[in-house]
């Protein structure tokens, strides 16, 4: 079963132009990661927030946490069509083990 | 060059036969993991290993079947039990929360 849920499915801008994903979940967790997945690639981590925390910014990544929601948000400024790719984020519940969501697929336009 | 290698990149299968697809890691980390992924949909975890000689099933393990003998080592067995084995294989290997990921597996049967 799924516990991180992204929402928008697909997301399309023009290079430049900020772009926001939303993570839902169900359980109470440790923490939150989000990753992101290049076409047919392995997924590389960009940035974990814990459960006592709000806010995290990572160079263009800003995440936002809100435990009493049940939500998260991750911000890319000033997108750039190397960001176009599949990101997802992955809740961790039981100790190391993550739970990730079906993902967002972001295409940045040039 | 620190990092986790899988093996091969494309494997075919014909129905009937069970494959082995390696996963190799030098990050000396203790726990590693093999996930499923179907086209447009997030990660699902298969087994895991939080230390040598010790794995654990998780959502989906029907099919599979792993050994951790080394530390650096945890292969993957796609049996013949596992009726619909045409997907994305990735392993990935973690030390704290953070998961470090392979480039994959695309495991096609024939």
């Known amino acids: 079963s799924q516990q991180g849920e992204e929402d928008p499915q697909a997301l399309s801008i023009q290079e430049g132009e900020n772009a926001t994903m939303n993570c839902s979940y169900k359980?109470?967790?440790?923490?939150l990661q989000w990753y992101r997945q290049n076409s047919g690639r392995g997924l590389v981590h960009l940035i974990l927030?814990?459960?006592?925390?709000r806010e995290k910014h990572s160079g263009r990544l800003r995440v936002t946490l809100d435990t009493s929601k049940k939500s998260s948000s991750l911000l890319i400024t000033a997108s750039r069509a190397a960001d176009t790719a599949s990101y997802f984020c992955?809740?961790?519940?039981?100790?190391?083990?993550?739970?990730f969501g079906a993902g967002t697929i972001l295409r940045v336009k040039s | 060059d620190g990092g986790i290698t899988q093996s091969p990149k494309y494997l075919f299968r014909k129905e009937g036969q069970n494959v082995t697809l390696s996963c190799e890691q030098n990050?000396?980390?203790?726990?590693m993991y093999w996930y499923r992924q179907d086209p447009g949909q997030g990660l699902r975890l298969i087994y895991y290993?939080?230390?040598?000689?010790?794995?654990q099933k998780g959502d989906i393990a029907e099919g599979y079947s792993v050994s951790r003998e080394k530390k650096e080592s945890f292969p993957l067995t796609v049996t013949s039990a596992q009726k619909n084995p045409t997907a994305f294989y990735l392993c990935?290997?973690?030390?704290?929360?953070?998961?470090?990921f392979g480039p994959g597996t695309r495991l096609t049967v024939l």
């Open positions: 990935a290997s973690s030390i704290d929360s953070e998961q470090f």
């Open positions: 359980t109470s967790i440790n923490n």
């Open positions: 927030i814990r459960s006592n925390e």
């Open positions: 992955a809740t961790d519940k039981y100790g190391n083990k993550l739970v």
């Open positions: 990050l000396n980390h203790d726990a």
């Open positions: 290993s939080q230390i040598v000689n010790d794995f």
